[in-house]
Nanobody, 119 residues
Framework: QVQLVESGGGLVQPGGSLRLSCAAS????????MGWDRQAPGKQRELVAA???????NYADSVKGRFTISRDNAKNMVYLQMNSLKPEDTAVYYC?????????????WGQGTQVTVSS
């Protein structure tokens, strides 16, 4: 059974930084795409960033230049470095994964970690 476990969320002031981590388990196969979605209260879930095992990345326009996704392919882990955080980044962030190569991995997702940006 595939499990994605996120960590690193929390409360941060505007302009601050957080680093999210996600560990995948329950499969012997590499995830060729891993990423992060988020869902704010009253809004639809949206892609934040995704990365393939080959190094291609995909970012939402709203986070370009502020967020950086990275992967450890050998460990099936994915990270999201979030800088210059804004109140509108407040949301539950979900780790996502897919065995196929895709710019929007959504075959598997974790339980989510809350990120709150507030002074």
């Amino acid at each position: 059974q595939v499990q994605l476990v996120e960590s690193g969320g929390g409360l941060v002031q505007p302009g601050g930084s957080l680093r999210l981590s996600c560990a995948a388990s329950g499969t012997i196969f590499r995830f060729n795409a891993m990423g992060w979605d988020r869902q704010a209260p009253g809004k639809q879930r949206e892609l934040v960033a995704a990365a393939t095992s080959g190094g291609s990345t995909n970012y939402a326009d709203s986070v370009k230049g502020r967020f950086t996704i990275s992967r450890d392919n050998a460990k099936n882990m994915v990270y999201l470095q979030m800088n210059s955080l804004k109140p509108e980044d407040t949301a539950v962030y979900y780790c996502t994964a897919a065995h196929r190569i895709t710019p929007r991995p959504d075959d598997y997702w974790g339980q989510g970690t809350q990120v709150t940006v507030s002074s």
